[in-house]
């Protein structure tokens, strides 16, 4: 890894935010998928999840543009197994909806653990995700048409969630736990070893300041070796 990567990676890793997140319900258009992923990953965003009663629902890479190498998408069959996970993790969630109780997307406290919910294309976010929401939220229409693409709307609110933060001081420092960091520096900078450590079922090295890995010899022997045929 050279010295210009590891400074981008350790860069990009120093902004990620744990703590925020969003839920796609029943997005099932590919290019819809991946435009959010990618947007999380400009915006700091660690991991994001998904729901898909059904198998078969694909991300694009094009359209993701390398974002899913950097984001992990957690997938769920039920909603509610999605939001007690992200409850589990201390998150608000916030759901997209046109409302009585729906307040101007810009008044949430987006410096609070937060799940953006967004929903299906043409039906939203279901009832039964609508129920388990701390709020719902609205983007002001000025115009003809109430709603926004998906991704644009994810796009939008997730900004002003990243316009909070950074004036909270919530970038620029690591806020992912140490384990975590050090996966992701040896998966990033050295994918190819990383590759090899899950064939072989090897533990990750640390690495150390210089971005290079710290192993002992039984380790890089066991790297050397040739992996084992599976049993039929």
């Not at 990567?5 to 860069?11: D, E, H, P, V």
């Not at 109780?101 to 609508?130: H, N």
């Not at 796009?155 to 919530?170: K, T």
């Given at each position: ?102 307040k101007d ?115 890089w022997q ?11």
């Amino acid at each position: 890894m050279s010295p210009e990567r590891f400074a981008k990676i350790k860069a990009v890793l120093a902004m990620r935010q744990p703590d925020l997140t969003v839920c796609m319900e029943e997005v099932h258009k590919a290019h819809n998928l991946s435009a959010v992923v990618r947007t999380a990953d400009a915006i700091g965003i660690h991991e994001v999840h998904a729901i898909f009663p059904q198998k078969g629902v694909r991300m694009r890479p094009h359209t993701a543009g390398g974002s899913l190498n950097w984001v992990k998408v957690h997938r769920y069959r039920h909603i509610e197994e999605a939001v007690t996970a992200l409850r589990t993790q201390g998150m608000q969630i916030v759901a997209t909806n046109l409302s009585a109780k729906a307040k101007d997307f810009r008044d949430i406290d987006y410096t609070q653990p937060t799940a953006l919910l967004v929903g299906q294309e043409l039906q939203g976010i279901s009832p039964e995700a609508l129920a388990l929401a701390d709020h719902h939220v609205v983007i002001p229409m000025l115009g003809m048409v109430q709603s926004l693409n998906v991704s644009v709307a994810s796009a939008l609110i997730l900004y002003e969630a990243q316009r909070q933060r950074q004036n909270a001081g919530m970038y620029g420092h690591s806020r992912l736990p140490e384990t975590e960091w050090q996966r992701l520096l040896f998966e990033r900078g050295y994918p190819q070893l990383a590759q090899q450590c899950n064939r072989k079922g090897l533990p990750f090295p640390l690495i150390d300041e210089a971005g290079e890995v710290q192993a002992d010899e039984d380790w890089w022997q066991a790297m050397r070796a040739a992996t084992p045929a599976k049993e039929a």
